[in-house]
């Protein structure tokens, strides 16, 4: 068995790292369900049977797996819509493919359960989540103060992806438990123009220090400053880190027909983002002056969450399920950490303030089984995590409410296939503060998610 699992898991990563480009989170940076079963019911999952996507959600559910070994492959398909006005003038950009960079935005799955008596072991990989944006280089976003036009990019890219190592035990016939633990890495492409002002705020909050800061100060004309830690790729990007995380589960059946489900995720234990940076320091006199250097964002986590979930179900034929979560994003998302060293050796901290707040999540879904078809709907409906006050263009991950339909289509007793819809319905947000936006601003943002994923039994 220890074999075959390092095996896969070799595989896994081979997997992603060659057919991943990114996703779109639609639960800030998290994907709102794991596995097209979960996807297409709201994103529910912790109180029955989602496959081999439990090990995502609640790991003791992979104890409602049939006996046998379980192959699933999957992916996601998410296509955003995002807007940004400026209020003031009217113009507005679009996120779209500008560099090739972003968009279409896809992440794939996979996994393999096997399940002997009592015990059930998988192992997985699969996109947590993230985020992309891609204004380009020439609109209002890449004009610096005085309406300078810099030319330079305004995008991001956050990926972060999952290989969980899971465990389920059936303690009685009514109480099953299970964990996992999870290799996390985590990738972040960001073009970002701060604006004088911007810069100025910051400097007057205490959130930027260093050897480099009074050398940008003596600049004659100073009009802002860009990072880019950028990587044109599929994959690879500017900045990179490894950690951990994980999750322990149980399940408890209440009656032949209704099921208790309760999960806690540990907030994860990333290193800090590392890789090459340039910062580009825009002067109305002398010009744009690019410093090339090192650059780390510290303790970059994504957050603990806890879920509780009931499923029930009326007769052969009709399910429901309904899961309430909390995630708690204010603990994990206090600041972006940004340490800048030039290969001179001057150094620059910042802080940009995020605050986000704990986040609670209400998903409903209900399935309909018919001969080898199992129709699915669901519903999501997400507090705000994010303050408008600290809203970045660039990070606009505002969407809270979705509406998704799926289905299962099982060819054999051995093979099935699964589908599901998730559509995230538009979300506005605005700012007009400093130190994140240098222009009053109006996002809206909507996006829609396809899964597909098949199944193979042995």
Do not use: C
């Amino acid at each position: 068995m220890k074999s075959k699992f390092n095996k896969l898991s070799f595989i896994a990563v081979t997997f992603l790292a060659t057919a991943a480009q990114t996703t779109y989170a639609t639960d800030v940076f998290r994907l709102e369900g794991y596995g097209p079963i979960s996807r297409s019911m709201g994103g529910t999952a912790t109180a029955f049977n989602v496959g081999a996507a439990g090990m995502m959600a609640n790991p003791a559910t992979l104890s409602l797996m049939a006996p046998g070994s379980e192959l699933h492959l999957g992916l996601d398909l998410i296509s955003t819509d995002l807007n940004v006005k400026n209020q003031a003038t009217g113009e507005s950009v679009s996120s779209g493919n500008h560099s090739n960079n972003r968009g279409p935005y896809m992440a794939p799955e996979l996994a393999y359960t096997t399940r002997k008596d009592a015990l059930t072991l998988g192992v997985g990989a699969f996109a947590q989540g993230g985020l992309g944006t891609e204004y380009g280089n020439n609109s209002f976003l890449s004009r610096a103060a005085g309406g300078l036009n810099t030319g330079l990019e305004n995008s991001s890219r956050l990926l972060i992806l999952n290989i969980p190592f899971a465990a389920s035990y059936q303690v009685t016939e009514k109480l099953a438990v299970g964990g996992s633990i999870d290799a996390m890495w985590q990738g972040l492409n960001l073009d970002l123009l701060l604006g004088a002002g911007q810069v100025g705020s910051l400097i007057g909050s205490g959130r930027v220090n260093g050897s480099l800061l009074p050398v940008l100060g003596g600049l004659p004309d100073m009009r802002g400053a860009h990072f880019s830690l950028t990587k044109n790729k599929p994959l690879a990007s500017g900045v990179e880190s490894w950690g951990f995380g994980g999750r322990l589960g149980m399940t408890y059946k209440m009656s032949n027909d209704t099921m208790f489900g309760l999960d806690y995720a540990i907030e994860s234990q990333m290193n800090d983002l590392e890789g090459r940076a340039t910062l580009t320091a825009i002067d109305g006199i002398a010009g744009q002056v690019p410093l090339q250097g090192n650059i780390k964002l510290r303790n970059f986590q994504m957050p603990a969450k806890l879920d509780l979930g009931l499923s029930h179900r009326l007769n052969d034929q009709w399910m429901m399920a309904v899961d309430v979560s909390q995630v708690f994003w204010a603990h994990a998302m206090k600041d972006i950490n940004v340490g800048f060293v030039t290969d001179g050796g001057q150094t620059l901290d910042i802080k940009l303030p995020q605050n986000y707040k704990d986040q609670t999540i209400l998903a409903f879904g209900v399935a309909y089984q018919t001969g080898n078809w199992t129709l699915r709907g669901g519903a999501r409906l997400a507090t705000q995590a994010l303050r408008s006050e600290t809203l970045f263009a660039v990070i606009p991950a505002t969407p809270r409410k979705h509406i998704s339909a799926g289905f299962s289509y099982a060819f054999s007793k051995v093979n099935g296939i699964d589908f599901a819809y998730s559509h995230a319905l538009e979300e506005s947000m605005g700012n007009a503060s400093l130190p994140n936006t240098a222009d009053q601003i109006q996002t809206t943002h909507s996006q829609n998610n396809m899964t597909i994923g098949y199944t193979h039994r042995f």
